[in-house]
């Protein structure tokens, strides 16, 4: 296989450079941040200012992220870092997600190799990366998948999808899972709740779909903004006819979070009408979360 180093940044007009991780794109001046907080322009160089910081550094059941249908049944070890690319109102991970990093802050340096050895350590047949979007740290990502895969690990990407095509091309040289959130099918609401744009989500749902890499998608599903049927039915034709019906769809239950605190959990009822709904349109693997 091929291997190429894509463009991480590339440089604009004076002071300023483009952040090419993900499609957010940001232009950033000479000693700003970029939108997610982790990245910064320190004198016309993208510099990850989230490099060997994890806040999160755990054990997980695989079945966590969730993948049911690879590497069943083992553990994964698990890391993310503080910040992201988009600002769900119901992030239940927004303690980090949504916090910049702060460089005035002393914080431990853990090294890629470092990282490896942790999960090698904890007998850990895979790295994940997960709990904010990964896609914003991505060198460092990288840096540990590519130490983890000589060492016969797996490396699993948990992420809301919205790499750039060049990053996404990149991801199939390494990364042997990704679980892909499909947040909302409405592009409206998507954009206005995510930050993000639905059609870019969707371009790499069907990229990852036409790889080797293994796809699982994840729908939250939440009361009076993505819990219609015909949201659900709409996102379960998408799944079936653009991605194939052997890719695993997860729906689960939301629970109140961050700025979302005025909507209740979702009904038991309403996950397993969504996992009926899915299995009535031909999908092989439909799963339940959130609920006994």
């Given at each position: 296989?091929?291997?190429?180093?894509?463009?991480?940044?590339?440089?604009?007009?004076?002071?300023?450079?483009?952040?090419?991780?993900?499609?957010?794109?940001?232009?950033?001046?000479?000693?700003?941040?970029?939108?997610?907080?982790?990245?910064?322009?320190?004198?016309?160089?993208?510099?990850?200012?989230?490099?060997?910081?994890?806040?999160?550094?755990?054990?997980?059941?695989?079945?966590k992220k969730p993948l049911y249908r690879f590497?069943?049944?083992?553990?994964?070890?698990?890391?993310?870092?503080?910040?992201?690319?988009?600002?769900?109102?119901?992030?239940?991970?927004?303690?980090?997600?949504?916090?910049?990093?702060?460089?005035?802050?002393?914080?431990?340096?853990?090294?890629?190799?470092?990282?490896?050895?942790?999960?090698?350590?904890?007998?850990?047949?895979?790295?994940?990366?997960?709990?904010?979007?990964?896609?914003?740290?991505?060198?460092?990502?990288?840096?540990?998948?590519?130490?983890?895969?000589?060492?016969?690990?797996?490396?699993?990407?948990?992420?809301?999808?919205?790499?750039?095509?060049?990053?996404?091309?990149?991801?199939?040289?390494?990364?042997?899972?990704?679980?892909?959130?499909?947040?909302?099918?409405?592009?409206?609401?998507?954009?206005?709740?995510?930050?993000?744009?639905?059609?870019?989500?969707?371009?790499?749902?069907?990229?990852?779909?036409?790889?080797?890499?293994?796809?699982?998608?994840?729908?939250?599903?939440?009361?009076?903004?993505?819990?219609?049927?015909?949201?659900?039915?709409?996102?379960?034709?998408?799944?079936?006819?653009?991605?194939?019906?052997?890719?695993?769809?997860?729906?689960?239950?939301?629970?109140?979070?961050?700025?979302?605190?005025?909507?209740?959990?979702t009904p038991s009822d309403k996950i397993f009408?969504?996992?009926?709904?899915?299995?009535?349109?031909?999908?092989?693997?439909?799963?339940?979360?959130?609920?006994?």
């Amino acid at each position: 296989m091929e291997f190429f180093q894509p463009e991480y940044f590339r440089r604009t007009e004076k002071d300023a450079i483009k952040c090419m991780l993900c499609e957010k794109a940001c232009v950033i001046k000479n000693g700003l941040k970029g939108y997610c907080g982790a990245n910064c322009n320190r004198d016309g160089e993208l510099v990850n200012l989230v490099y060997g910081h994890p806040v999160a550094l755990n054990i997980d059941p695989i079945e966590k992220k969730p993948l049911y249908r690879f590497l069943k049944g083992t553990e994964t070890y698990s890391l993310g870092t503080l910040g992201c690319n988009f600002k769900c109102s119901w992030c239940q991970n927004y303690h980090i997600s949504q916090k910049h990093f702060d460089e005035k802050i002393p914080s431990d340096i853990v090294l890629p190799d470092e990282v490896v050895s942790g999960a090698i350590q904890a007998d850990c047949m895979s790295v994940s990366y997960t709990y904010n979007e990964p896609a914003i740290f991505y060198p460092y990502a990288k840096d540990i998948g590519m130490i983890a895969k000589e060492n016969g690990l797996k490396n699993i990407f948990v992420t809301n999808g919205y790499q750039t095509e060049d990053i996404v091309c990149d991801m199939k040289n390494w990364v042997d899972a990704v679980n892909i959130d499909l947040k909302s099918f409405n592009r409206d609401k998507h954009l206005k709740f995510t930050g993000g744009e639905l059609d870019i989500v969707l371009r790499n749902l069907k990229a990852f779909a036409d790889s080797p890499v293994h796809l699982e998608v994840t729908t939250l599903v939440i009361p009076d903004f993505n819990d219609s049927e015909e949201e659900l039915s709409s996102i379960a034709d998408f799944i079936l006819n653009e991605l194939g019906t052997d890719v695993p769809w997860h729906v689960s239950a939301f629970h109140p979070d961050y700025k979302m605190t005025d909507r209740s959990a979702t009904p038991s009822d309403k996950i397993f009408r969504a996992v009926e709904t899915g299995i009535s349109k031909g999908l092989k693997y439909v799963y339940p979360g959130n609920v006994r």
